[in-house]
C-alpha cells in the first residue's frame, strides 16, 4: 500500500472521478491539501431562535411541530411550493419552500423539526432554505457557505471536505513554528482546518479564524523575505564607488539647504549603492517635499562612480520637465544629460541610442520610451522611476531583463499607509521624506455646494487680479474618453464667459497630442493664460509655482489621493494658495472625503484615509500595484496580525532559524510553493 500524503490528488477520495476533478480544478482546489484549505466564505447561523428574537427578513433556524400534512401547488410553467404549517410558541406559521417538493416527506405530521429560512415579520411566514435535523447538544451551530460553482455544488463541497478531513486529519502538521503557536497563542494546523469548516461553536470559530490570518500573512512575508534576502545577496548587486567629495560640492551649489529628512534619505540611498547589495529602494515623499533634488543627488553620485544613471516619468511633460531641471543643475558640472521620449524620432533618436550605448551620455531622463527594445545602457547603474505608482509592476522588472542589475530606486508622491507598504512593497527598503522645505505656506482648502460656484469664481478673480493663475479641474468621468472631452469643453466654455476677455482661458486634455500638451503647459508656466482648463492630466508632477488656486469640480467623484495630488499643483511659490472643492455628496463616505480634505494636507492622513473609505487600489493605482490577494486575512482590517506577522517572518529569515530541523514543514511547504511558482513561468 502506498502511503498517503496531503499532496495526494483529489481524485483518491471516493466518488471524484474526471468531471469532478476538472470542476475542482477550477476551483484550484487539485490535492487533498487545497482541499482542505478551501475554506468557506461565510456561515449560517443554525442557532435555534424564539419568534420574539426574530427580526424581518433575518435568515434564522425555528423549531416547531407539523400541525397538518405539506401540501404542494403548481404554478408557472414547471414551477412549484410546498406548503407546510409549524406550531412554534403557541403560534402557528406558514413555511413555504419553492420547487422542493421532494421535502413533503420531511414533514411528518405531529413530529418536531427544525428549519433555515427568511423570515416576514409582516406576514409571519418562512421562506424555507434547508429542512435539519433536529439538533442534539453536539451538533454544530453553523453551516459554512463555499462559493461552488456551475459544474460542483455546495453540498458536493461539504461532503468532499468532510471525507477528506476524515481520511487525512491524522497526517495534518502545524507549518506555523510552535514558538510562534505558544507566542500568540494560536491554534493548530488541524484546529484551524476544523474549526473553519466544521465550527460548534462561535468560540471555535474564531480562534481558528483568527489562526487562520496570522498564518496567511506570515507564509506570504516569509515567501516576501526570503526573496528580498536573496535579492540582496552580495553577488547580486553594483558596488557605486562613488565620489563624496564631488557629491558634497555639488550641494554647495544648490540654491537652498537640503531638508534633515532629504539629508537623511540621501545618505539611506548613498549607503546603499556603495554596498555591493542591490538596492531596491521606495522614496516616498509628500508632494513637494523635494524628491527631485534627492534623485539628481544620487544620480550625480552614481554618475561619480563612473556609472550611467537612468530617470523614468510616467508622462512626456514630466520627463521635459525634468530634463530642463537637471540640465540647470548639472549646467556648470561635467555631467551629460539627455531626454529620450516618443516623440524624439529619427536621427535625434539615433544619435541619442549610440551616445547612450557608448557611455557619452551619463543621465537620461525619459517616458516609457527608455525601456524599449533598442535602448541600451554601456554602464547602468541607477535606474529611478518617477511617480512610481503609474508603472507597473512589470514595467519597473524589464530593466533587469534587459540584463542590467542597477540600484532600484522607486519614487512616489502617493504616501503609502504602513500596511499597505508592507503587502505591496514588502520587497523593497523604504525611505520616506516626512518634512517640507521650511517656509511653505499650507494649502488652504475649503469646501462648497455646486449653487456657491459664483462665490468661488469671483474668488478667483481677486486672485487673478493680483496677477497669479489658477486651475479649474473638470470632472472625472471614468466610463467615456468622449464624455470627458465634453464634459471640459462645457467646463471652458463657462470660465471663457467668466473671465474673458480680462484673462485668457486654455484647455487641457487627455485627448490632445503630447506635444500639444506640453506647449499649454508651457504656455501657462510662461503666463501666456491665465487659467487653465484641464482634466487629470494635470495631476502629476506639473511645476508652475505662479498658480495659487484651484477649482475642483465633482471632487467627491475623485479618490482622496488622486485630490491630494490634484491640490499638490498649487502652493508651489511664496504665496498663500487655496483649493475649492465643489461637491454634492450623496452619501456620508463622500461627505466624509470632502471634510478629510479641509482637514488636512498631510498626505499620509489623507492616504490613510483614502485606504479605509475606498481599499487599496485607489491609494495604489488599480490592478497594476502589485497587491497580492489573500484568501482569509485583510491587510487593512487585520494589520496588527500583518505588522506581527512580518517582524516574526524578519527574524526567522535573518536568525536563518526558519531552516531549523524543528520547523521542517515550514521549509517544506515554502520549497513546496516555489516549485509552484516556477511552474508558472
Ligand atoms: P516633489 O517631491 O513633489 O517631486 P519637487 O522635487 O518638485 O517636489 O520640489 C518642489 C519644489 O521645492 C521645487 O521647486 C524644489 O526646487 C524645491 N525644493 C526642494 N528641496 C528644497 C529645500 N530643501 N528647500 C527649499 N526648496 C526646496
Ligand atoms: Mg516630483
Redesign the pocket.
Known amino acids: 500500500m502506498t502511503s498517503k500524503s496531503l499532496l495526494d490528488p483529489v481524485a483518491v477520495l471516493p466518488g471524484v472521478g474526471p468531471k469532478k476533478v476538472q470542476a475542482l480544478h477550477e476551483l484550484k482546489i487539485n490535492t487533498i491539501n487545497d482541499l482542505l484549505h478551501y475554506f468557506p466564505f461565510r456561515y449560517e447561523d443554525l442557532k435555534v431562535k424564539s419568534l420574539d428574537e426574530v427580526i424581518d427578513q433575518e435568515k434564522v433556524t425555528l423549531k416547531g411541530v407539523v400541525v397538518g400534512p405539506p401540501v404542494v401547488s403548481r404554478f408557472g410553467r414547471g414551477k412549484n411550493r410546498l406548503n407546510v404549517r409549524l406550531l412554534i410558541d403557541q403560534a402557528v406559521i406558514m413555511v413555504t419552500f419553492f420547487n422542493q417538493p421532494w421535502l413533503k416527506d420531511k414533514f411528518e405530521t405531529g413530529a418536531e423539526v427544525a428549519v433555515y429560512g427568511k423570515w416576514d415579520a409582516k406576514r409571519k411566514s418562512m421562506t424555507g432554505m434547508k429542512v435539519l435535523a433536529i439538533k442534539n447538544d453536539t451538533s454544530p451551530e453553523f453551516a459554512s457557505i463555499y462559493s461552488a460553482s456551475k459544474s460542483i455544488r455546495q453540498t458536493t463541497l461539504v461532503k468532499l471536505i468532510r471525507t477528506a478531513y476524515d481520511a487525512y486529519a491524522d497526517l495534518i502538521v502545524n507549518i506555523l513554528p510552535q514558538a510562534l503557536i505558544d507566542k500568540y497563542r494560536l491554534v493548530t494546523e488541524r484546529q484551524v482546518i476544523h474549526g473553519m469548516h466544521f465550527p460548534k461553536t462561535q468560540t471555535e470559530a474564531n480562534a481558528a479564524r483568527r489562526t487562520a490570518i496570522f498564518e496567511e500573512f506570515f507564509l506570504f512575508q516569509m515567501a516576501i523575505q526570503l526573496l528580498k534576502k536573496r535579492e540582496q545577496a552580495p553577488e547580486q548587486g553594483l558596488a557605486l564607488h562613488y565620489d563624496n567629495q564631488k557629491l558634497r560640492a555639488f550641494i554647495q551649489t544648490?540654491?537652498?539647504?537640503?531638508?534633515k529628512a532629504?539629508k537623511r534619505v540621501v545618505n539611506e540611498i548613498c549607503r546603499d549603492l556603495k554596498s555591493p547589495r542591490h538596492m531596491n529602494r521606495l522614496l516616498q515623499?509628500?508632494?513637494?517635499?523635494?524628491?527631485?533634488?534627492?534623485?539628481a543627488l544620487v544620480m550625480y553620485a552614481a554618475v561619480t562612480a563612473g556609472y550611467q544613471a537612468a530617470l523614468m516619468a510616467p508622462t512626456e511633460i514630466l520627463a521635459e520637465q525634468h530634463y530642463k531641471?537637471l540640465q540647470r543643475l548639472f549646467a556648470d558640472f561635467d555631467v551629460q544629460v539627455a531626454l529620450l521620449t516618443g516623440s524624439i524620432k529619427g536621427k535625434a533618436r539615433q544619435a541619442i541610442l549610440s551616445d547612450l550605448a557608448a557611455g557619452k551620455i551619463d543621465l537620461i531622463i525619459g517616458t516609457h520610451a527608455l525601456i524599449q527594445d533598442g535602448v541600451d545602457f554601456a554602464k547602468l547603474g541607477l535606474a529611478i522611476t518617477?511617480e512610481q505608482h503609474r508603472f507597473g509592476v512589470n514595467q519597473r522588472r524589464v530593466l533587469r531583463e534587459k540584463g542590467y542589475r542597477p540600484d532600484i530606486l522607486a519614487?512616489t508622491?502617493t504616501p503609502i499607509p504602513r500596511t499597505l507598504a508592507i503587502t505591496a512593497f514588502g520587497e523593497m527598503d523604504v525611505s520616506t521624506?516626512d518634512e517640507l522645505?521650511?517656509?511653505r505656506i499650507p494649502i488652504k482648502t475649503s469646501w462648497i455646494r455646486g449653487n456657491q460656484v459664483a462665490n468661488a469664481l469671483s474668488f478667483i478673480q481677486k486672485e487673478l487680479a493680483k496677477g497669479r493663475q489658477a486651475y479649474v479641474v473638470t470632472p472625472l468621468i471614468e466610463e467615456s474618453e468622449s464624455m470627458d472631452l465634453k464634459n471640459a469643453q462645457a467646463v471652458f466654455a463657462k470660465m471663457q464667459a467668466a473671465f474673458a476677455p480680462t484673462y485668457q482661458v486654455g484647455l487641457l486634455h487627455g485627448q490632445l497630442k503630447n506635444e500639444d500638451k506640453d506647449q499649454i503647459m508651457q504656455a501657462f508656466k510662461a503666463n501666456e493664460f491665465q487659467v487653465l482648463v484641464a482634466t487629470t492630466v494635470i495631476e502629476v508632477?506639473v511645476?508652475v509655482?505662479n498658480a495659487t488656486a484651484m477649482l475642483i469640480f465633482d471632487a467627491d467623484r475623485f479618490g482622496l489621493s488622486q485630490l491630494h495630488q490634484l491640490r499638490?499643483r498649487i502652493g508651489?511659490g511664496q504665496e498663500a494658495s487655496f483649493c475649492i472643492l465643489v461637491a454634492d455628496p450623496k452619501n456620508q463616505n463622500g461627505i466624509e472625503r470632502m471634510e478629510t480634505m479641509v482637514a488636512t494636507t498631510d498626505g499620509f492622513q489623507v492616504s490613510q484615509k483614502d485606504l479605509e473609505l475606498r481599499g487599496p487600489g485607489d491609494v495604489l493605482g488599480e490592478k497594476q500595484s502589485g497587491m497580492p490577494e489573500f484568501k482569509v486575512a485583510d491587510p487593512v482590517a487585520d494589520y496588527r496580525a500583518l505588522e506581527t506577522a512580518q517582524i516574526e517572518a524578519q527574524e526567522l529569515v535573518t536568525t536563518g532559524a526558519w531552516q531549523q530541523p524543528e520547523n521542517r514543514p515550514l521549509a517544506n511547504y515554502l520549497a513546496q510553493q516555489e516549485q509552484n511558482y516556477q511552474n508558472l513561468d
Open positions: 544648490l540654491p537652498f539647504e537640503l531638508t532629504q515623499g509628500d508632494v513637494g517635499s523635494g524628491k527631485t533634488i534627492v534623485a531641471n518617477d519614487m508622491a521624506i522645505p521650511a517656509g508632477g511645476d509655482p499638490g508651489r
